[in-house]
């Protein structure tokens, strides 16, 4: 069957746009052959399959619907062997976590810092985090959902750097219009922020919404620019 040819906007004959959604397969294709944010370059072969797994059986069972022995099987490693690496679910679940959270607030903090004016700082700060939502998925999804259990239980280092403190800090610079009416607390404006970014996620996992994440950020932007006025 000959394809009908497709409009000069980069469509096809019918209307879908080719362009974007070929953009969207090549960005696939190539994180796909990349290792994800949360296996370091020093990782041994056997932790990397561990690591990946684990985070596999997390975003689509939850903690509590895991045990070692699926990590194990799903691995394709003996329990023995995943314990010469982690000494519990737990343990394995921790590091995983502190890892995608410290990389995640590492970019976003990095974005931040490298622009001048507010609006730059917070496109930049969006960006990274749909960019992130894209590029590894099931790593933002397994932050989000086990935040409530596994953030008690990270390091020191990691509960300094919170995501909600690096979103107030920038929504406090946002300039104030003389003529805007009463002015939003920063720790509100980021509360919203956060909680609509991952709500997003949320319904891109789910297929409410089409993605990829990133063609939301000019929309997301636009409504937190206005939030912060």
Same mark, same amino acid.
């Given at each position: 069957?000959?394809?009908?040819?497709?409009?000069?906007?980069?469509?096809?004959?019918?209307?879908?746009?080719?362009?974007?959604?070929?953009?969207?397969?090549?960005?696939?294709?190539?994180?796909?052959?990349?290792?994800?944010?949360?296996?370091?370059?020093?990782?041994?072969?056997?932790? /990397?399959?561990?690591?990946?797994? $684990?985070?596999? #059986?997390? &975003?689509?069972?939850?903690?509590?619907?895991? !045990?070692? @022995?699926? %990590?194990?099987?799903?691995?394709?490693?003996?329990?023995?062997?995943?314990?010469?690496?982690?000494?519990?679910?737990?343990?394995?679940?921790?590091?995983?976590?502190?890892?995608?959270?410290?990389?995640?607030?590492?970019?976003?903090?990095?974005?931040?810092?490298?622009?001048?004016?507010?609006?730059?700082?917070?496109?930049?700060?969006?960006?990274?985090?749909?960019?992130?939502?894209?590029?590894?998925?099931?790593?933002?999804?397994?932050?989000?959902?086990?935040?409530?259990?596994?953030?008690?239980?990270?390091?020191?280092?990691?509960?300094? /750097?919170?995501?909600?403190?690096? $979103?107030?800090? #920038?929504? &406090?610079?946002?300039?104030?219009?003389?003529? !805007?009416? @009463?002015? %939003?607390?920063?720790?509100?404006?980021?509360?919203?922020?956060?909680?609509?970014?991952?709500?997003?996620?949320?319904?891109?996992?789910?297929?409410?919404?089409?993605?990829?994440?990133?063609?939301?950020?000019?929309?997301?932007?636009?409504?937190?620019?206005?939030?912060?006025?």
């Amino acid at each position: 069957m000959i394809p009908r040819a497709g409009g000069c906007d980069g469509s096809d004959a019918n209307g879908v746009n080719l362009t974007g959604w070929l953009a969207y397969a090549n960005l696939a294709a190539i994180m796909g052959s990349m290792p994800p944010f949360y296996i370091s370059d020093d990782d041994p072969p056997a932790k /990397r399959h561990i690591l990946r797994a $684990a985070m596999k #059986l997390f &975003s689509e069972h939850g903690l509590a619907g895991t !045990s070692i @022995r699926d %990590i194990a099987r799903e691995s394709g490693y003996t329990n023995p062997a995943l314990y010469k690496h982690f000494a519990s679910k737990e343990e394995l679940a921790v590091h995983l976590f502190e890892t995608c959270h410290q990389r995640l607030w590492t970019r976003c903090s990095a974005a931040i810092e490298a622009a001048t004016t507010f609006d730059a700082k917070l496109d930049g700060y969006v960006g990274q985090i749909l960019e992130l939502v894209d590029e590894h998925p099931e790593a933002m999804a397994f932050l989000s959902e086990s935040a409530r259990v596994l953030w008690p239980k990270a390091g020191a280092t990691v509960r300094r /750097r919170t995501m909600i403190g690096l $979103a107030r800090d #920038l929504m &406090s610079l946002a300039p104030r219009s003389r003529h !805007s009416g @009463r002015v %939003i607390n920063p720790q509100v404006a980021a509360a919203c922020m956060q909680g609509t970014l991952a709500e997003l996620a949320r319904m891109l996992q789910v297929g409410v919404i089409p993605g990829p994440a990133s063609r939301w950020k000019a929309d997301l932007v636009a409504l937190f620019r206005q939030a912060s006025a």
